[in-house]
C-alpha cells in the first residue's frame, strides 16, 4: 500500500462546479500536510497548507481528519486556470516529505 | 533572484553513460534535494542534504551519488545509466528546514535512457 494514495482522475468538470479531491496517508505519526500544484511540464508548487481545524484561502478549502487519516481540498467555482494536476503532501517528520500520486483536474468551457 | 535552476533540462544518454545533473540556488537555503517523478508514481525523495558537507539517502537512491561542497550547488551523478532511470528529475531547496511550506522547486530535467 503507497505511503500517500491520491485518486489520479481525471476529473473533468465545467466551469464554475464545486469539486473535491481525497487523500489518505497510512503513517498515523504524519506531522505536516500540504497541498501542491503541478502544471503540465512544470514543477510542483506549494498551493496551501492543511491545518486541523480546516482552511480556507480565496476559493480553495483544505481539511485534515486525523481519525481517518484524511485530507480533502475543495475547489469552489472551478476556472479554466485551475485545471493541473494537485498533489498531496506528507511530512513524516525528519527530512522526508511523500508525495502522492496527484489528481489531474480538468476543467471545461 | 533565479531561485533554483537546473540544467540541463532535457538529456539523452545511452545505457551504460554517466553524466551529471546540476542544481544551484542563490537563497542560501541550507536544505536541498533531489526528487524523481515518475507517471503515478508522485515525487520519490532520491538524496538529500541538510547543508555544506552533509548528504543523507532518501527513498530510492540507488544507481546515483551526491554531494555538497558549497550552499548553492547540489550536483546528481549517474554513475551508469539505465532505463529505468528515465524520469524527470526534481531538484529542491528550502530555508530554515525540510518542511513542505518552504520548499522551493527547480524546474526541472528530463531524461531519456536508451
Known amino acids: 500500500r503507497k505511503e500517500v494514495e491520491q485518486d489520479p482522475g481525471p476529473f473533468n468538470v465545467p466551469e464554475g462546479a464545486t469539486v473535491a479531491f481525497n487523500c489518505t496517508y497510512s503513517?498515523?505519526?504524519?506531522?505536516?500536510f500540504f497541498w501542491y500544484r503541478q502544471d503540465c511540464r512544470k514543477e510542483p508548487k506549494l498551493l496551501m497548507s492543511v491545518y486541523s481545524s480546516g482552511n480556507e484561502d480565496g476559493r480553495f478549502t483544505a481539511q485534515l481528519n486525523r481519525a481517518s487519516q484524511y485530507i480533502s481540498l475543495l475547489i469552489r467555482d472551478s476556472k479554466l486556470s485551475d485545471s493541473a494536476t494537485y498533489l498531496c503532501?506528507?511530512?513524516?517528520?525528519?527530512?522526508?516529505?511523500?508525495f502522492g500520486g496527484g489528481t489531474r483536474l480538468m476543467v471545461k468551457p | 533572484n533565479a531561485g533554483v535552476t537546473q540544467t540541463p533540462k532535457f538529456q539523452v544518454l545511452k545505457t551504460g553513460q554517466s553524466m551529471t545533473l546540476q542544481c544551484a540556488q542563490d537563497m542560501n537555503h541550507e536544505y536541498m534535494s533531489w526528487y524523481r517523478q515518475d507517471p503515478g508514481m508522485g515525487l520519490r525523495l532520491i538524496h538529500y542534504s541538510v547543508g555544506a558537507g552533509i548528504t543523507d539517502q532518501g527513498e530510492v537512491p540507488n544507481g546515483y551519488n551526491v554531494s555538497r561542497s558549497t550552499t548553492e550547488d547540489f550536483p546528481l551523478r549517474l554513475l551508469s545509466a539505465a532505463p529505468s532511470q528515465t524520469s524527470v528529475y526534481f531538484c529542491?531547496?528550502?530555508?530554515?528546514?525540510?518542511?513542505?511550506?518552504?520548499?522551493?522547486f527547480g524546474p526541472g530535467t528530463r531524461l531519456l535512457v536508451l
Open positions: 503532501v506528507v511530512n513524516n517528520a525528519g527530512n522526508m516529505l511523500t
Open positions: 503513517n498515523s505519526a504524519s506531522q505536516s
Open positions: 529542491a531547496s528550502s530555508g530554515p528546514t525540510l518542511a513542505a511550506e518552504t520548499q522551493y
